[in-house]
């Protein structure tokens, strides 16, 4: 019996620590309790279609093919990686992102845009991809107008905090004047960082304790943007949004009537410690909801590569990849089987809770591809050849199929045409007799219930 006991005591205990060992390698599927009739309630709407072809309704009986082809929820990729691809490979990267996403963000990092350089080819590629996302009907966002990281080393050991507010304020300036076609903007990146352990000392940094701290340097420059630049969407966004001092500034920013619409949460689970549970990041969110702000996750990773334990085990890994940089060695972590199974099955129950969440008006995945991904993790949905992994056609599917209307059917036009469907932009074909008009329109949230649909001959 001893001889036994022990046995099955050894057993249970390996399956025991095994299990511990391989924590995030299984989803365990979320309740999502309510979800689902969540995103029927909040991202679908009911809508009149009133048709009128050359100033005059419709008196024919007529069939319809529609299809939502923009939501107005902003699904988002970061395209800072496709500086890094050319040729055939930008082709790719390019494809995938417009097949799947309607929203990008553009990095403007103040070391990349250096104004003391040439900046005649940043500003030809720069130009050369906003004008690819207007082209393709896609949003675009600003990252950011200002940072106390990725810094010229001119910015750095800048000493005269009078002078540097002018460059800042012009920086400022030209990114929201020289792109208007961009509606978004972080303003601050990672406001309430600047003089965390982990940073170093700049230009930045010492404008900021010139001006009294981070609160009263942060009103000037929402002010500033919003005298520059009135009518964008200016978010403030933080990399660790469970910090009680993110809390505290979006409040401060609310009782000064500071002019923001969205806060910003990042969401870089490349460690356990990281990895957001179903109740976390629903009460994450809920903290934030009374204060009346839209809440966009603007930095979403989920890794198909190991995970380390937390920070510190992160921390000596980003140490000896920075090392092997140095020597012009790559040092990524390789993406496995089992990970990206995880990784499919956690994305799909990590945005339909968001989805789901009437605060939350945007997501934005990080990296589309493991080539070149931030801190060498196996972090996209395409793997290092741009080849789709499973994450990939999971995402593809939700945001395509489940939640998407297409609707073909016959009416009396004279009559109009009523349909419940997913807020967003519409294209599709009206046919009357052997005629076949193209017709286009929006359906949006809190707008009037009937939209009329002209066409002309």
Do not use: C
């Not at 309630?41 to 009149?48: A, C, F, L, M, S």
């Not at 509606?183 to 700049?202: C, G, L, M, R």
């Not at 945005?351 to 801190?375: C, E, G, K, Q």
């Amino acid at each position: 019996m001893t001889i036994r006991f022990i046995a099955v005591f050894f057993v249970l205990t390996f399956f025991a620590l095994a299990a511990s060992a391989q924590d995030h390698l299984v989803h365990t599927p979320w309740k999502l309790e309510g979800a689902y009739e969540r995103i029927e309630n909040i991202r679908k709407g009911e809508v009149q279609l009133a048709f009128f072809l050359d100033g005059k309704p419709f008196k024919d009986k007529a069939s319809i093919d529609l299809e939502l082809v923009r939501h107005e929820f902003n699904f988002g990729v970061s395209m800072t990686q496709a500086s890094s691809l050319s040729g055939k490979a930008q082709s790719i990267y390019r494809n995938r992102v417009k097949e799947l996403f309607n929203f990008v963000t553009l990095g403007f990092y103040w070391a990349a845009r250096d104004e003391k350089n040439d900046l005649t080819g940043y500003n030809r590629m720069m130009r050369r991809k906003v004008e690819w996302a207007v082209a393709n009907d896609i949003k675009i966002k600003g990252h950011p107008l200002l940072w106390h990281e990725s810094l010229p080393k001119w910015v750095v050991d800048f000493k005269d905090p009078v002078a540097l507010e002018k460059i800042i304020f012009k920086r400022m300036q030209d990114l929201l004047l020289d792109y208007p076609e961009i509606q978004y903007w972080d303003v601050y990146n990672e406001a309430i960082a600047p003089f965390k352990n982990h940073v170093t000392p700049s230009g930045v940094t010492r404008w900021i304790t010139y001006k009294g701290g981070i609160y009263p340097a942060m009103l000037e420059l929402y002010a500033f943007a919003n005298k520059t630049a009135p009518n964008k969407i200016y978010t403030n966004n933080h990399y660790h949004p469970t910090d009680p001092e993110f809390l505290k500034l979006n409040e401060y920013f609310i009782d000064q009537n500071v002019g923001y619409q969205a806060i910003g949460m990042q969401a870089h689970m490349q460690t356990h410690a990281n990895v957001f549970d179903e109740q976390e990041l629903w009460d994450l969110v809920s903290t934030f909801t009374p204060l009346g702000k839209d809440i966009q996750f603007t930095e979403v990773t989920v890794t198909s590569s190991k995970l380390f334990n937390n920070w510190k085990d992160h921390g000596v890994f980003l140490e000896e990849r920075k090392a092997a940089r140095k020597k012009g060695e790559k040092m990524s972590l390789p993406s496995l089987q089992q990970k990206e199974v995880y990784q499919s099955d956690y994305i799909k129950d990590f945005y339909t809770l968001l989805f789901s969440h009437p605060s939350v008006s945007s997501i934005t995945m990080w990296n589309l591809t493991d080539s070149n991904a931030w801190r060498g993790h196996a972090a996209g949905i395409l793997d290092n050849d741009l080849k789709p992994k499973k994450a990939f056609f999971t995402l593809k599917e939700l945001i395509k199929d489940t939640w998407s209307t297409k609707l073909t059917t016959e009416f009396n036009a004279n009559e109009g045409l009523a349909f419940f469907g997913f807020y967003g932009k519409y294209k599709g074909t009206v046919s009357v007799g052997d005629k076949v008009y193209n017709i286009s329109f929006n359906h949006k949230k809190g707008s009037a219930d009937t939209i009329e649909v002209r066409i002309s001959e």
